[in-house]
């Protein structure tokens, strides 16, 4: 098992290159992203790995689309979304990236379904294959008994992986999970990885950010970040070998 | 489309109460609006009626005779004639107020008016029993009478008035005729009347000088009769300050003018209040904004396009405006059917009001919802998300 593994195309899926992020802080400059290169191809288990205030969350955000490097080059399954606008990043997030986030992000006032389907509902899709999508995909993390409920009626652990299954119902080319067990007790945790390993094999590429180390080993390779920039880059077993 | 409607409508049900504050002002506003239109109009329309039944095509001239220059019935009478095709009918009209007895029975508010036998027409009377003056009345000065209707219930009660004789100032005069009700029999109202020769009047108002006259002329050339007038009185006295010459419809116009004033006067401070709801939407919006960060946030995060977000709070706005304009229309039919049966006036609630105000009631959510729903489509979702 490893990076090895994965049949790596001319292609990657992710393609970080010469990322700056620059943040004016009054006189200050904060790099939060110091020249960040990275390659990450279909069916990987990467973590990104830092410190708070190691410039993660800069990267997360950067590679979930959500914000838009200073400098570089970030070409995503071919497209280069460095220089998009707004409503672009909207649509590459809806159709290229499954997030699943620390605080889950579910909508408190909407069913478990009608929570799952808000990805499907801003791709567009109809009404009654939307509602079948939504379905598979809580069937897939074992809660399509409780589509009616609402989010608040759920243990934090079954709301992460409501989560998960709004991340997965568009079929996304990444899955980002972003500190996915920071808000779990061990044992839940242990859960919500092992579904992110299965999704993993069953060939999905997921992305995991995050601070904890131990977490970060359970992926297949790790990218370890320091001050803006990669100080580590390989396979789980190298990084064990070194921490 | 539906989406966001129904969207919209489950965070509205989700703040009952402040949705219903918010919309208590465009209620008000709008209830304001059409109780207000609704009344004056009603208003407008009653006092037109009464203009209606005295009739368009009359033409009132009162004059101030002098010591030189005056004019006598006789004369007006030749200006009738003069102008046959123009000007239909004429009567002097004397206008007294006096003591009216009979037996123990008096009225102090009846209005006595000397009149010609031609007032049957230009004051749109109607006999009820009997006769009205004749010329032969008027010529001869005869001390004879015609009675409206509330004078005959009180000082007869049922009795036939016909040939009986009653006191006017102390004057017999003896009931020719009885007029049909044209009120309500009310004192004061115009059942409230008594009508003489004006030849007898101006001796029971101890004034010989008739300063008024009132004509009736074709309804088509009104223009032209009260020039025609004009000149003619122009020929007698040389000063256009000692006539007047007014026409009825000149006065409606005036009345018409007056209540169009009020009514705008009236909407636009309902108006105001509108507006003044329009920000409270505004206000509610940029709340609601500001505590929906991260549902924003999530939902841009999952690929909602500006455009989306921005629909769905204009939605939100709109609709509340829409349902506070709604139930504003209610209140205001409602209120409007209580309120102008208690006066006793027929005011249905006008559907042009209804309709303006709805739309604008609409439309004002909209425009008002419009900013704050900018402000949420534009917001970063990286700090969207990071809100609590």
């Known amino acids: ?243 | 489309m539906l989406q966001t409607f129904r969207l919209a409508m489950k965070s509205l049900a989700g703040s009952k109460l402040r949705s219903f504050l918010t919309m208590l002002g465009i209620i008000i506003g709008v209830a304001a609006v059409i109780v207000l239109v609704s009344l004056m109009s009603g208003m407008t329309n009653y006092i037109t009626d009464s203009f209606s039944d005295l009739g368009t095509d009359q033409i009132s001239v009162s004059v101030t005779n002098t010591g030189t220059r005056s004019v006598t019935p006789d004369d007006m009478y030749e200006i009738l004639e003069d102008n046959s095709g123009l000007l239909l009918e004429l009567s002097p009209t004397v206008q007294t107020r006096g003591m009216v007895k009979r037996g123990a029975d008096s009225l102090s508010t009846t209005s006595m008016t000397g009149v010609s036998e031609g007032y049957l027409d230009i004051g749109a009377l109607e006999l009820s029993t009997g006769r009205f003056l004749t010329y032969s009345d008027i010529v001869s000065e005869q001390k004879v009478c015609v009675i409206g209707s509330y004078v005959a219930q009180e000082l007869f009660d049922g009795e036939d008035p016909l040939g009986q004789t009653i006191k006017l100032n102390g004057q017999p005069y003896t009931v020719v005729g009885t007029l049909a009700e044209k009120a309500d029999s009310e004192e004061g109202s115009s059942d409230d009347c008594i009508y003489l020769p004006y030849s007898s009047a101006t001796k029971l108002a101890m004034n010989s000088d008739i300063t008024s006259y009132t004509f009736i002329a074709n309804s088509e050339q009104m223009d032209l009769a009260k020039s025609v007038l004009e000149s003619e009185l122009y020929a007698v006295f040389l000063n256009e300050d000692l006539y007047t010459v007014t026409t009825l419809s000149e006065m409606l116009e005036m009345v018409e003018t007056i209540t169009g004033m009020m009514t705008a006067l009236l909407v636009g401070i309902a108006a105001i209040s509108l507006l003044v709801a329009g920000i409270g939407i505004m206000n509610i919006q940029l709340v609601s904004v500001t505590e929906r960060t991260r549902e924003i946030g999530i939902r841009k995060s999952l690929g909602a396009k500006q455009s989306v977000i921005l629909r769905q709070f204009i939605m939100e706005a709109g609709m509340q405006s829409s349902i506070g304009g709604i139930l504003g229309i209610i209140l205001g039919s409602v209120l409007t059917t209580v309120a102008s049966s208690l006066i006793g006036l027929d005011a249905p609630p006008s559907v042009q009001a209804i309709i303006v105000s709805f739309l604008v009631s609409a439309g004002i959510g909209i425009l008002f919802g419009y900013m704050p729903a900018k402000r949420a489509a534009r917001l970063n979702p990286i700090d969207a998300l990071r809100s609590e």
């Open chain 1, 1 to 243: 098992m490893g990076v090895s593994e994965v049949r790596r195309e001319a292609q990657p899926l992710i393609d970080l290159r010469d990322i700056y992020k620059i943040y004016q802080m009054g006189d200050m400059e904060v790099r939060a992203s110091d020249g960040i290169s990275l390659k990450i191809w279909k069916g990987e288990f990467v973590s990104i790995v830092g410190k708070s205030g190691s410039g993660k969350s800069t990267m997360m955000n950067i590679i979930g689309c959500l914000d838009v490097p200073t400098s570089g080059e970030y070409i995503l399954d071919g497209e280069d979304v460095s220089e998009m606008e707004d409503d672009e990043l909207a649509e590459i997030r809806n159709k290229t990236i499954g997030f699943v986030f620390q605080q889950y992000n579910l909508l408190p006032r909407q069913t478990l379904l009608e929570n799952v389907e808000l990805p499907l509902i801003y791709a567009g899709v109809g009404r009654k294959e939307r509602q079948e999508r939504a379905m598979a995909s809580l069937e897939k993390v074992g809660l399509q008994d409780k589509w009616k409920y609402l989010p608040q009626q759920l243990s934090g652990g079954q709301q992460q992986r409501v989560s998960i299954a709004r991340a997965l119902v568009g079929n996304p080319s990444l899955i980002l999970a972003d500190e996915p067990t920071g808000a779990l007790d061990s044992r839940t945790s242990r859960d919500v990885l092992d579904f992110l390993k299965q999704l993993n094999e069953e060939g999905n590429t997921v992305v995991i950010i995050t601070h904890d180390t131990s977490i970060a080993m359970e992926a297949k390779r790790v990218v370890r970040i320091r001050d803006g920039k990669i100080t580590f880059d390989g396979d789980v077993k190298e990084y064990a070998a070194n921490v």
